[in-house]
């Protein structure tokens, strides 16, 4: 999903709405990811927290 917004990376929100998991089994995976170095944390201009690929 990182690789597929590129830059302007994706939410939590967007994660459920396309990949059908529960926030939580979302979050679970983020922080793992997150973790591997896998993803990139960051807010956009309105504040939003987004992940993106390294």
């Known amino acids: 999903m990182a690789r597929r917004r590129g830059v302007r990376g994706f ?3 967007d994660a ?5 998991h ?6 679970l995976e983020l922080e793992k990811l997150m973790k591997e170095d896998c993803l990139y944390v ?3 201009l309105k504040g939003r927290i987004i992940y993106r690929e390294p």
């Open 11 to 13: 939410t939590v929100n």
């Open 16 to 20: 459920v709405l396309e990949l059908e």
């Open 22 to 27: 529960s926030p939580e089994t979302i979050r």
């Open 42 to 44: 960051t807010n956009d």
